[in-house]
């Protein structure tokens, strides 16, 4: 029953070409008629030339022309409608395929971060390329062939009876064999293939994980040992695929022997009653086409059983990521921020990963607009989950977070990001052209609005020695690119977005010394004017904050400026001693404070 539920839910995927698809149903409907009807009329062809020559008296071409002419016009609507579905089957398969694949595009980059730290993007990828490409092949089969195939073996077959109920027994009997030794293999074998696609996955997952780390398997000659891995993988992959296969090559061998089995007894069958006076010899003819007929639909139906079971795996994996629910949308009838002053306040705010461990234990604090704010405190303390709230990549469990007096959960979500500019402490860079990844922020930028921006960030002077200048392209995660040139466009792209509240999650820690001196003086002139966030690493970075926030087990233990903190002996000035191993505590551009 799993099985076909997934199947009626990939034929809801048709959404807006539900109506074609419709047509496309009632136009096999047709088919499966004229196919049916073909040999019925053949059949009465046979009898009345048959009987014309057991009783010496030629046929009129009145009697025959009526049966003539319906058999041919049956025969050419056959071959016509056949094109035709099948050219509308190709190109509603096609589209749907590419529009289910946007949309399950469009639905993960919603999904919220916790998702995303749990899944490998190789797995994910996968899921919806197979999941994409499974709809394609079952919507292209159902609406060229197989809904033509059930609709004759299900409705068209049983009124056989009504012609020769001895005879439309017998291919009965084939169809009740065939449903019984399918039922059987699915059973078999569906417990089986659910670990196949388990170990297709695995095989995914390794294969990019070992092609996102090029670097370090050569580096630390793991090549024959990821080899290995794979290898093994394909191995333990194939040994559960093995067995699939060779009950469904069982089915298909069955099907084809009690389909010949049924021939052989339907000619048989038919001259015994022939001879008893129960059957013609056209019924005979005509029910031997039938079983033809028979033979390859049900070879169809198999095939599409087989492939059909095979997908149902990666079905079910597509369909539960586009089950899961983002843990982070919009609020029916959200308004839009606007452009925001940049007030923002931290009300008794509470959030954890797990529902176990606080990751922020009840934090309160407010920010005047313009003002710089500076978070240290221990790894694990805080600090990025705080600023991961501001932006929504969590909501809160408990608390609320304003701007501008605003509940940024009663917002729209993408005028509240449009508000605020992150540079991260990876710089995650797409690989593309550098102009394309500093326009993330702002798509309509000028070329003026570009340069200012980079010159701003430090990044205009090793742009210029780039061969295309901003329009290199940069590799995969900006890897043809030095980390500390990969950062400051990460900086250049956040300042091009020109946001009234700015994060800076370690901006400068890929930096050396004298581009960092140099890019703060930068960033303060930036910072101007806008609220920020700062995730300091070193000194140099908070030294000018209005106010340093200090984390320590989720919770806020101290709160003031460097001096203060410095000079009322607490937890900030134990971090800051122990950096500074022992030395006195000064405004140096290399003191460390963690981050």
Sequence with gaps: MLTFRLYLRVLRQLGPEARLGVLLAVANVGLAIAQFAEPLLFG???????????????????????????????????????????LHADRIAHRRRLAVMANFFEHVLTLPLSFHAATHSGRVLKVMLDGAGGMQGLLLSFFREHFASFVTLVVLLPLSLFINWRLGGLLLLLLLVFTLLTAGVLRKTETMQGSVERYNSSLAEHASDALGNVPVIQSFTRIEHETRAMRSLTDQLLSAQIPVLSWWAVAAVATRASATLTILGIFLLGTYLNLKGLATVGQIVAFMSLATMLIAKMEQVVTFINTLFLQVPKLREFFDVLDTTPAVRDAPGAPDLGRA??????????????????????????????????????????????????????????????????DIRNVSLTSLRRNIGVVFQEPMLFAREIDENLKVGKPDATDAEIQLALERAQASEFIKRLPAGVDTMVGERGRSLSGGERQRISIARALLKDPPILILDEATSALDATTEQKLQLALEEVMAGRTTFVIAHRLATIRSADRILVFDQARIVESGTFDELVAKGGRFATLAKAQFIDQPVRPAQDAIVTG
């Design 44 to 86: 009465r062809i046979i009898d009345l030339l048959s009987h014309a020559q057991a009783t010496g008296v030629a046929p009129s071409w009145g009697e025959l022309a009526p049966l003539i002419s319906v058999w041919v016009l049956f025969g050419l609507f056959t071959i016509g409608g056949g094109v035709l579905v099948a």
């Design 341 to 406: 002053v940049g007030e923002v306040t931290f009300d008794s705010v509470s959030f954890s990963y797990d529902g176990k461990r606080p990751a922020v234990a009840d934090v309160s604090f407010s920010v005047r607009p313009g003002e710089t704010v500076a978070l240290v405190g221990a790894t694990g303390s805080g600090k990025s989950t705080t600023l991961a709230l501001l932006h929504r990549a969590f909501d809160p469990q408990s608390g609320r977070i304003t701007i501008d007096g605003h």
